[in-house]
């Protein structure tokens, strides 16, 4: 799939109406991540028609679970050069979006990238989600917390649902492995409020593999003492 192809798969497939100017905002975003990528490490994908699917797509594709008003308070934990976050941004732009990240360089790109296409109500937050999930401005402040491809779902589950609002929504993006993670994670989910809503397939043009969304709702507060300290969600999951 081309990038100008984009428009026609998202309205098939997701039912969503690209503008021109929506369409326009991606062609510059694959250029900088392209550009960007030289310098820094921002995704093994480079052919334009992969960046367009595995990319943009894939992470449009999150419509299928939930649908973004106005002022819904979102954040896309782990988000790399922005997946799947600032695709939908460009898409919704009254959403609020925060996008987490660790690594102090692909922060500077997201900085950069909503500069560049001028986005508002959007915060970067260049910070692990072990401390933003203890920072009292951010704890349970999302109706909506968004990740994929950060960690397995018992330690990924530490990283959401600390910041996910009693009565919201955490939406992990899976691959073919999706079933057994929830499994694995059913302990963490209940300590953490969290309770899985549905897991819903995705299949992507010219992939072969399918994709899962694990919607998983926030039923009851997180007790104070999750996420623990840095690093042991992954070295002691839940
Ligand atoms: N979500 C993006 C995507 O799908 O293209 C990036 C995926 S990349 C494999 C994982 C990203 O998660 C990295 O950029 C890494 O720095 C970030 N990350 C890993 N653990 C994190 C944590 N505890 N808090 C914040 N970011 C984290």
């Avoid at 899985?196 to 009851?220: G, R």
């Amino acid at each position: 799939m081309k990038l100008e192809q984009l428009a026609r798969c998202s309205r098939d497939l997701l039912r969503l109406e690209l503008t021109a100017e929506v369409q326009a905002a991606f062609s510059i975003y694959a250029d900088e991540l392209l550009a960007w990528n030289e310098k820094i490490n921002l995704t093994a994908i480079t052919a334009p028609e992969e960046i367009a699917t595995r990319h943009f797509l894939d992470s449009l594709s999150v419509v299928l679970a939930v649908s973004f008003g106005p002022g819904q308070r979102v954040v896309d934990v782990g988000t790399g050069a922005g997946f799947p976050g600032l695709p939908l941004r460009i898409v919704f732009p009254f959403m609020e979006l925060a996008l987490l990240e660790a690594t102090t360089k692909k922060a500077m790109f997201l900085a950069h990238m909503t500069e560049r296409l001028n986005l508002a109500n959007v915060k970067i937050i260049s910070a692990r989600a072990e401390e933003a999930g203890q920072d009292a401005a951010e704890r349970e402040s999302f109706d909506t917390v968004l990740a994929r491809a950060v960690a397995q779902m018992p330690s990924l589950a530490e990283y959401m649902l600390p910041l996910c609002k009693v009565g919201g929504q955490c939406i992990a993006l899976k691959g073919e492995n999706a079933a057994a993670e929830v499994q694995q994670a059913e302990h963490a989910l209940r300590v953490l409020g969290g309770h899985v809503k549905k897991v819903i397939p995705v299949e992507l043009p010219q992939v072969t593999e399918t994709h899962y969304l694990v919607v998983i709702d926030k039923v009851a507060a997180t007790p104070p003492a999750y996420p623990r300290r840095s690093g042991m969600p992954t070295k002691y999951p839940l």
